[in-house]
């Protein structure tokens, strides 16, 4: 159970002081009846809650996939450029998802966006290696040393050893390569520098799989949809 005007207020209807004053105007009905007292306790799962006759439709968290285009930072805001929460819709953005993990400004694909802190907690704490698969081009042709050394564990320009990761070439000459790569942490612009490590350049990188969840084909660039039951289960599993 919980207080009418909290409920209201987690989907966006005003702050607990506009809801008061919408309470008391006679705009809120639960169960078919006019409320007024907005600290009255509801179960907003079962009762049916109406605000100015439109029902609501309640739920404590909200699980996002996005498609993430170029030019859209992963940050809930940004004094500079569009975000990724800028491209959800305003019934989403209410329950005040934040992106799980980042990808570059200029990296496309996979983002999962959630309010759930401790699923996102979960999924980007490095004690977990959630891995993460991303589809790269590169400058040059990646060859089977670079397979190997990827394998063992690439060392940046830091200094810093990266764990072991996965290298798939999906075509290479001496024009360019395409990839795959399979990685379990997520260092600041870590496929770059490790391409970089090899004096390679990543020129077009998009994240194609997170954990168990994969890039919707059917979602554009730019545009999400929430997950199924089934998805999220799978997700809350890791």
Not at 4 to 17: C, E
Not at 142 to 157: A, C, P, R, S, Y
Not at 164 to 177: C, F, Q, R, V
Not at 211 to 236: A, H, M, N
């Amino acid at each position: 159970m919980e207080r009418l005007d909290k409920v209201l207020a987690n989907l966006g209807y005003g702050s607990r002081k506009e809801i008061r004053k919408i309470a008391k105007n006679g705009e809120i009905e639960v169960d078919g009846k006019i409320i007024k007292d907005f600290s009255m306790k509801v179960d907003p799962y079962n009762s049916e809650i109406k605000v100015a006759g439109e029902k609501i439709f309640y739920r404590e968290y909200v699980y996002i996939l996005m498609n993430k285009p170029d030019g859209v930072v992963s940050a809930t805001v940004d004094n500079y450029d569009e975000t990724v929460i800028d491209l959800l819709s305003p019934e989403l953005q209410v329950f005040n998802p934040a992106p799980v993990g980042r990808l570059d400004k200029d990296t496309v694909g996979l983002l999962f966006l959630t309010n759930d802190g401790d699923l996102n907690h979960r999924l980007t704490s490095p004690k977990h290696h959630v891995d993460k698969v991303y589809y790269a081009e590169i400058d040059k042709s990646v060859d089977e040393e670079d397979i190997e050394v990827f394998k063992n564990g690439v060392t940046l320009e830091d200094g810093y050893e990266c764990l072991p990761a996965k290298l798939e070439i999906i075509n290479a000459n001496e024009h360019g390569s395409e990839i795959l790569l399979t990685i379990s942490e997520g260092k600041f612009h870590q496929v770059k520098r490790m391409f970089k490590a090899r004096e390679k350049e990543v020129v077009f990188l998009k994240r194609v799989k997170m954990g168990p969840l994969e890039l919707d084909d059917s979602l554009d660039e730019g545009t999400f949809r929430e997950l199924t039951e089934e998805e999220v289960k799978v997700l809350k599993a890791i």
